[in-house]
Nanobody, 132 residues
């Protein structure tokens, strides 16, 4: 049985940092593209950052480039999102998702752009709140 569990969210002041973690059990981690998505109240789910199943390349949405860094630890089946210089507009529920590799995709951009097409598993989310 596959489980995807996020942790590391919380309340932080603007300019602060948080590191989110996502541990996926029951799957072969490097057979999956992994991604972080967020959803603010009243808005749709947005792809924040995704990493290719090979791990060599990553995508970031424009609003987080230079501030967020995605990484993974394959032996630990864990995905991370280091978030620096946080802004109030980063406030959202953050979700981790896994997309099994197919012969036709997804790459990191495809996964972040169309998560509902590609994702096989989702976590329950972790709340990030940035105060001004």
């Amino acid at each position: 049985q596959v489980q995807v569990v996020e942790s590391g969210g919380g309340l932080v002041q603007a300019g602060g940092s948080l590191r989110l973690s996502c541990t996926a059990t029951g799957l072969t981690f490097d057979d999956y593209a992994m991604g972080w998505f967020r959803q603010a109240p009243g808005k749709g789910r947005e792809g924040v950052s995704c990493i290719h199943w090979r791990g060599g390349s990553a995508y970031y949405t424009d609003s987080v480039k230079g501030r967020f860094t995605i990484s993974r630890d394959v032996p630990k089946n864990t995905l991370y999102l280091q978030m620096n210089s946080l802004k109030p507009e980063d406030t959202a529920m953050y979700y981790c998702a896994a997309a099994r590799r197919r012969s036709y995709g997804p790459n990191e951009y495809d996964f972040c752009s169309a998560p509902y097409r590609w994702a096989n598993y989702w976590g329950q989310g972790t709340q990030v709140t940035v105060s001004s």
